[in-house]
């Protein structure tokens, strides 16, 4: 054999293959799917409100030079329960929110806010999940943070623990 | 009791954690145009469902497959080229919502990989067939 490193080639080509496989074990998968709307304006979008008493939502409600929260939910989402202490907590600390209801039904959104309060400032109902589709957003609960100008500047998927509190209310003030 | 399971499972919660909101119209209705929909169709075997990972949205039954494939159908109806709505897409979820890597970045390696190989083992095999001469 006049080139013996050629032996090697296999041997670092498994041990390649070997080292991804332990960095695949080592290291978190992230199965979360984030909008790739970050930094881009809100859709156009006019929904209708969602329950009786808590106005409708377009993005031109949203993009009124107030930075604030967007809430993504549904009644019949569990993990949207639990966020509800949290979303009372945003409010107390005198941030907006807005929400939209995801494939929900009036009755259902009203028995949902009168069960866990309203920190709704308005609700827009999008039945058919065009608007969420147009957001870049894969599920419920998601809570977006928008600039004063309508832009998104974050989006925080699944329900909002106690812990992300103080982090999304910076997040609002930094934009203001 | 055995009889009750199945009814108990029919109404346990991931059957109705989807909701009840209307299908859009056009989830699960073909375009009348028989040209349309085939290139919807296609389309729609490579997008990914964003709500159950593994499957294109021409195979999931989920809502958010659903709201996915009639926003396909509608924007082909509207004359839109498929690959305009491939990055439509692309523009809300980010590459990996296509099942058809795009030719730049780790997609392009990916795409020249299999070209390089060949070169490769042609070179080996090269060296393999001299000898044996």
């Known amino acids: 054999m006049n080139r013996p490193w050629i032996l090697w080639i296999p041997l670092a080509v498994v041990a390649f293959i070997g080292g991804l496989a332990f960095y695949g ?7 979360q799917v984030h909008s790739a709307m970050i ?11 969602a329950t009786a008493g808590v106005p409708a939502l377009s993005n031109t409600d949203i993009a009124d030079g107030k930075p604030r929260l967007l809430n993504i939910f549904a ?54 999940m065009l608007v969420q589709l147009k957001l870049g957003s894969s599920g ?11 832009t998104i500047l974050f ?22 | 009791m055995r009889a009750i399971v199945p009814i108990l499972l029919t109404l346990s919660t991931p059957v109705i954690a989807q909701g009840s909101g209307p299908m859009p119209p056009l989830a699960n209705r073909q375009l009348v145009d028989p040209a349309k929909e085939a290139q919807a169709m296609r389309l729609m075997h490579s997008l990914r469902c964003i709500q159950c990972q593994g499957q294109s949205i021409a195979d999931s039954d989920a809502a ?36 058809e890597p795009d030719m730049k970045g780790a997609g392009l390696l990916l795409w020249i990989a299999p070209f390089f190989i060949f070169l490769a083992s042609i070179w080996l095999a090269r060296g393999l067939f001299r000898r044996r001469a």
């Open chain 1, 25 to 31: 074990l080592a290291v978190p998968k992230d199965d």
């Open chain 1, 39 to 49: 930094g881009k304006k809100l859709p156009a979008f006019a929904l209708p409100a």
């Open chain 1, 75 to 128: 009644s019949w989402c569990l993990p949207c329960k639990a966020e509800a202490p949290q979303l009372e907590a945003l409010k107390a600390a005198g941030i907006e929110i807005d929400a939209i209801a995801i494939r929900d039904k009036p009755e259902d959104v009203a028995a949902f806010l009168a069960e866990f309060g309203n920190p709704f400032r308005r609700i827009g109902s999008d039945s058919e």
């Open chain 1, 140 to 150: 419920v609960p998601e809570t977006y943070v928008i600039g004063g100008d309508g």
């Open chain 1, 155 to 176: 989006q925080h998927i699944g329900d909002i623990r106690a812990e992300h509190v103080p982090m999304l209310i910076e997040k609002v003030n930094a934009a203001r």
């Open chain 2, 64 to 99: 958010m497959a659903a709201t996915m494939r009639a926003e396909v159908r509608q924007q082909i109806a509207a004359g839109e080229k498929p690959e305009a709505i491939r990055s439509w897409m692309i523009d809300r979820y980010g590459e990996w919502v296509s099942f």
